[in-house]
């Protein structure tokens, strides 16, 4: 069993930044692959970002360049640091963990835990 506890999300003006956590308990952590979703009202839950083990990492397009994942195994916690945060970017952010050993990408239906999400709110 795996639980995860976000945080770090907030009100931040356009061009602003904001880093979330992701806290996770359980042992398997370090075995895990990590991802960030988002959803904005309306709309499908959408990839964001992801981190694997040998320290390989994805992101879709429309943040590659301005977001920033990473990982502390020691603290068992995943980031998004979040740069030149734009409109667009508003949405609820969740964590998610992949399957110990597998790697699911972009892919959702592939992460077998999920955080409860904090909400991220961009002004313009």
């Known amino acids: 069993q795996v639980q995860l506890v976000e945080s770090g999300g907030g009100l931040v003006q356009a061009g602003g930044s904001l880093r979330l956590s992701c806290a996770a308990s359980g042992r398997t952590f370090g075995s895990r692959g990590m991802g960030w979703f988002r959803q904005a009202p309306g709309k499908e839950r959408e990839f964001v970002a992801g981190v694997w083990t040998g320290s390989r990492k994805d992101y879709a397009d429309s943040v590659k360049g301005r977001f920033t994942i990473s990982r502390d195994n020691a603290k068992n916690t995943v980031y998004l640091q979040m740069n030149s945060l734009k409109p667009e970017d508003t949405a609820v952010y969740y964590c998610?963990?992949?399957?110990?050993?597998?790697?699911?990408?972009?892919?959702?239906?592939?992460?077998?835990?999920w955080g409860q999400g904090t909400q991220v709110t961009v002004s313009s």
């Open positions: 998610a963990a992949d399957r110990p050993g597998y790697y699911s990408g972009s892919s959702y239906q592939g992460y077998d835990y």
